[in-house]
């Protein structure tokens, strides 16, 4: 893949660096020689990014072209607005305090080349805001009030922004970025190169360290080398030609932003941003399956003015469920009505609408594993003894580790041996979110089926979902993958 260093002027970029190649903006934008440059990684450092200048289109056309651009446009357009800079940045808040501690006056101005900045002490404040922003050069504006330290702007700034003072540690740390990334291109041999995001601290990830370890082992026998990474390599996405997101999914959450990034940036990704948008939200959920008439549990949206209907509409017991709820949590049994209006309103707290379920007490819940429109495993999950959901929360140790929570016993079953009824209900529904990795539950009472939720990002634990298939169920994750990024390389 060729390394294109894109600038107004090549004065603005005296740098030489071996296997760096520096082009003008307008040889980039009209050359012929650069619109069929089929692999090309494109650093874009002119002076403006505003939008129809220069820099604005460089980034337009190589999106156009299949290159990989830094910025992408929507990255430059995201950085024109201060609310999006805030809700990028808003988990630094305790990095920022730390790094600039020791700053004295009330304002501070950081200079960031390639996620390094002058001083050392500001280095890992440096690499986060690079990760998030993803603009080969920034300059990030702080302010203090009240005792603590604030974004005021981040934008990026051309190669000829760089003072002369700065102009070696710029060299230095350009240097060391083009360096780290031929090593791991080099390292990176097999055809496709596939990155698993998760969470090593989640006590709840998608799928456990077993797990993992088999999806790995299926992606190198299709010819994919696997690195697992975490939030902190945002910034390493282009590097990749697919995502699977195995850590815990959520709408306003860092693995949303991952899915964003990685979408935009062209790569094969599982879960795609759109169906954690839809999956995440019950609200949505209850909606879509009323509208295609999929049977579901009774179902009431619950706001201030209508809470008086819960009753009359689902009786008692009856089920509260926090939108954007997961494994459990944000969902209420509630037995009386006495006990209703504390915990209506502590969940409208949280949430404009919720939604207000029928209860429906079963042994199990079945689960349909589908994956590109078919149905590739089931699972009976049992509810923990004495218990009315399959997850405990509160419940102390489990498997000789500290946990708080209990689950209970998961089933296998192939997908011949499970009613007929149960896994064309679930294609039925997992239709309605796309064509991603999708686990749908499924309550039976009798004869009668009820659409519980469809999940993004559903579990894969080593010794539960793959009883079955085995390592089989793992090569036909990984054969989806190899299947998309052929299918996107031929532009299809």
């Not at 604030?150 to 000829?160: D, G, K, Q, T």
């Not at 932003?257 to 169906?275: C, K, Q, T």
């Not at 309550?443 to 089926?449: A, F, H, P, S, W």
Request: net charge positive.
């Amino acid at each position: 893949m060729s390394i294109l260093i894109v600038v107004n002027n090549p004065r603005d970029w005296p740098l030489d660096i071996p296997g760096v190649t520096v082009v003008p903006a307008r040889a980039y934008l009209s050359d012929p020689a650069y619109g069929g440059e089929h692999l090309a990684r494109v650093f874009n450092l002119c002076r403006s990014y505003r939008y129809q200048t220069l820099g604005y289109y460089v980034s337009l056309l190589a999106e156009a072209r299949g290159h990989k651009p830094l910025p992408l446009v929507n990255t430059i357009e995201d950085l024109q607005s201060r609310n999006m800079v805030r809700l990028l940045t808003e988990g630094l808040d305790e990095l920022i305090q730390k790094s600039l501690a020791t700053v004295k006056a009330d304002t501070f101005e950081l200079n960031i080349y390639f996620g390094r900045s002058a001083a050392n002490s500001h280095d890992q404040l440096s690499r986060q805001l690079f990760n998030l922003l993803q603009a080969p050069l920034l300059r990030a504006d702080f302010q203090r009030r009240n005792q603590r330290w604030y974004i005021r702007s981040v934008h990026p700034i051309a190669a000829s922004d760089i003072p002369p003072q700065l102009h070696e540690i710029a060299v230095r740390a350009t240097t060391e970025y083009f360096s780290g990334r031929r090593r791991r291109t080099q390292k990176h041999a097999p055809r496709y190169n596939l990155a698993i995001l998760h969470d090593p601290a989640n006590p709840e990830p998608a799928s456990n360290a077993k797990a993992l370890q088999k999806f790995e082992k299926a992606a190198l026998s299709l010819g994919m080398h696997v690195e697992f990474i975490t939030r902190a390599d945002y910034g390493r996405l282009s590097e990749f030609d697919a995502l699977f997101i195995r850590d815990t999914t959520f709408a306003n959450h860092y693995t949303h932003r991952f899915s964003r990034r990685a979408a935009a940036e062209g790569l094969v990704v599982i879960d795609d941003p759109d169906s954690i948008l839809k999956c995440n939200n019950k609200v949505y959920l209850a909606e879509i399956l009323a509208r295609h008439r999929i049977p579901a549990p009774k179902t009431l949206l619950v706001h201030r003015d209508n809470v008086n209907q819960i009753i009359p509409t689902l009786g008692l017991p009856c089920v509260l469920k926090q939108p954007d709820s997961s494994f459990s949590l944000g969902v209420v049994k509630v037995e009386t009505a006495e006990a209703l209006p504390g915990m209506v309103n502590g969940l409208l707290d949280k949430s404009e609408l919720i939604v207000a379920q029928e209860y429906l007490p079963t042994e199990f819940d079945w689960r349909v594993g589908i994956l590109d429109r078919r149905p590739l495993f089931v699972a009976k999950y049992h509810m923990v003894p004495g218990h009315w959901q399959i997850i405990l929360h509160g419940a102390g140790k489990q498997n000789d580790r500290k946990h708080d929570f209990v689950d209970g016993k998961t089933e296998a079953l192939s997908v011949g041996e499970a009613p007929d009824r149960v896994v064309k209900i679930a294609l039925r529904a997992a239709r309605l979110i796309g064509d991603g990795f999708y686990g749908v539950d499924i309550k039976q009472v009798g004869r009668r089926l009820y659409v519980i939720e469809i999940n993004d990002n559903p579990n894969v634990d080593a010794g539960n979902e793959d009883s079955v298939l085995k390592d089989a169920l793992y090569r036909e994750v990984m054969g989806v993958f190899v299947k998309r990024i052929e299918a996107r390389k031929r532009g299809r």
